[in-house]
C-alpha cells in the first residue's frame, strides 16, 4: 500500500511545506493512484478546506491510495478526518482526544433522573431535605442541589451523567432570634470581671451586637465589651 506522511507543527509551517510537499515525486505518485485527473485537490487546499469548516488547525497529514487523512485539533477536541482527495466528500470524522472521546461517552450514556439525584443526596447527607434542584447544561452538566440539614443549609453539584459529587457545601445558618439581655450580660462579666451599667443592641458593620458597660470598683476600671448578638462570641473589649 503506497502512502505519504507529513507531520507539521505549526501553520505557517504547512503553507511553507505543502509546496515542496506537493510537487515532483509527491504529485506524480498522487497521478499514479488516481489517474491525471485534473479535479485533484491540492493538500493545501485540502487544510484550508478542513481548518475553516471545523474552526480548528491541522496537525498531521497522510495521503494514503484512495484517501486523504488528517489530524485536526479544535476548541473541543482532537478529530481524525478522512476526506476524497477528489470530491473533497469527508468520509470519517471521529475524535482521538481524550476530551474528544469523553465528550462522545457522555452524549452516548444516560442522563440521571431527578430520582437518581434524590438518592444520592441522601447518601451523601443523612436526613437531608432538598428545596431546590436544578440541571444546569453547559461545558459541564450539572444537577445543582440546595437542601436543609439539622438546621444548616447545603448545596451540591452533581454530575449529570456520572452522578459524582463536584461540590458540596454545608453552612451553619444563624438563630432567628437573638440571645437575651441576661445572657449577654452574663457573658460579658465573664470576659471583663465586675458589674453591668448599661446595655445596648445595636447594629455595627451590618452585624447586630450586644454593647455593654462593665465597671469593675475595685480594680477602678471599666470596658465596652461587644457581644455577637446571635452567637454570644465576644467581638470586643474596649478598655476606658
Request: charged content about 30%.
Amino acid at each position: 500500500m503506497k502512502s505519504f506522511t507529513w507531520t507539521i507543527k505549526m501553520k505557517k509551517q504547512v503553507k511553507q511545506a505543502l509546496p515542496l510537499l506537493c510537487g515532483g515525486a509527491f504529485l506524480a505518485g498522487m497521478y499514479g493512484l488516481f489517474g491525471n485527473d485534473p479535479e485533484l485537490l491540492h493538500a493545501e487546499e485540502a487544510v484550508d478546506m478542513m481548518e475553516s469548516r471545523y474552526k480548528g488547525e491541522v496537525t498531521a497529514f497522510q495521503a494514503l491510495e484512495d484517501t486523504y487523512t488528517m489530524q485536526l485539533t479544535a476548541a473541543d477536541g482532537t478529530y481524525q478526518i478522512d476526506l476524497h482527495p477528489v470530491t473533497g466528500e469527508v468520509l470519517s470524522f471521529d475524535p482521538v482526544s481524550e476530551q474528544g472521546l469523553e465528550q462522545q461517552e457522555e452524549e452516548e450514556s444516560e442522563k440521571l433522573e431527578p430520582a437518581d439525584v434524590e438518592a444520592i443526596v441522601s447518601e451523601t447527607a443523612a436526613g437531608a431535605v432538598i428545596t431546590e434542584m436544578e440541571l444546569k447544561e453547559g461545558e459541564q452538566n450539572v444537577y445543582d442541589v440546595v437542601f436543609s440539614q439539622d438546621g444548616a443549609t447545603g448545596r451540591l453539584e452533581i454530575d449529570a451523567y456520572s452522578g459524582d459529587i463536584e461540590l458540596f457545601t454545608l453552612e451553619e445558618t444563624a438563630p432567628v432570634d437573638p440571645i437575651d439581655r441576661d445572657k449577654a450580660a452574663a457573658l460579658a462579666v465573664k470576659a471583663f470581671e465586675g458589674e453591668v451599667d448599661d446595655i445596648d443592641l445595636e447594629e455595627k458593620n451590618g452585624r447586630l451586637v450586644y454593647e455593654i458597660e462593665v465597671e469593675n470598683e475595685a480594680a477602678d476600671r471599666e470596658a465596652d465589651v461587644i457581644i455577637d448578638a446571635y452567637s454570644g462570641e465576644v467581638l470586643e473589649i474596649v478598655h476606658d
